[in-house]
């Protein structure tokens, strides 16, 4: 009869140990401080190298274009009242003359305007205003009571103005009209220049 031999130590070591590494093996350890640290660390490096750079970038952008538009806006608002004041000046020049100086008066409002309008104005003044108002002794005296803006850009302006004009015959009565006239100016070489002169 063979007698059965027990385990001895080594053996039941290694048995003891067995169950203990399949243990090990299907319930890795999880230690949640841990993952919860490296969660943290991950969060912060994407704020950081992500979200921050992006964030100044956009705030960046909007403060760059919030400065654009108020220096447009700013831009806009002298480009009004300079091509307002171009208009309401260009029109009594244009419309203002006395017979023994009218062609210098006229020739001056001459420097005022810019396109086809100044060849055209030319023409008018030489070929029948500056002749009639010499040989009839007319005098003209324009003003402008009140103008509006109507579109307004860098370098282009629409401005209404509303005009009063006293015309005299040699030593008839003053002739008095009101009237309203379109201005369209041209911004050229820094200057507000009138191109179209059209009554409303």
């Known amino acids: 009869m063979s ?16 169950p203990e590494m399949v243990a090990d093996v ?6 949640d401080s841990s993952g919860r640290a490296w969660r943290h660390i991950s969060w912060s490096r994407v704020i950081a190298y992500g979200l921050l ?9 909007a403060a760059g ?3 654009w538009r ?20 260009g029109t009594v020049a244009l419309l203002s003359y006395r017979p023994d100086t009218v062609q210098k008066d006229l020739e001056a409002a001459r420097g005022r305007l810019t396109g086809t309008f100044l060849n055209a104005y030319t023409q008018l003044t030489h070929d029948v205003v500056i ?4 040989q009839k002794q007319i005098s003209a005296v324009a003003t402008v009571p009140g103008a509006a803006p109507v579109s307004t850009s ?31 100016l041209d911004k050229v070489e820094g200057r507000w220049l009138i191109s179209q002169f059209d009554p409303v």
């Open 65 to 67: 274009f919030l400065k």
């Open 3 to 18: 007698a059965v031999k027990s385990p001895g130590v080594g053996e039941r070591e290694e048995a003891t140990s067995l």
């Open 154 to 184: 860098a370098n282009h302006a629409v401005v209404l103005l509303f005009v009063n004009q006293s015309i005299v015959v040699g030593h008839d009565a003053p002739t008095n009209t009101a009237s309203s006239v379109r201005v369209t």
């Open 26 to 31: 299907d319930s890795p350890d999880t230690d």
């Open 131 to 134: 002749p009639g108002a010499q």
């Open 70 to 89: 108020d220096a447009s806006v700013r831009d806009v608002a002298v480009a009004r009242a300079e091509s307002v004041q171009a208009a309401t000046d």
């Open 53 to 61: 750079p992006g964030l100044a970038l956009s705030l960046s952008a």
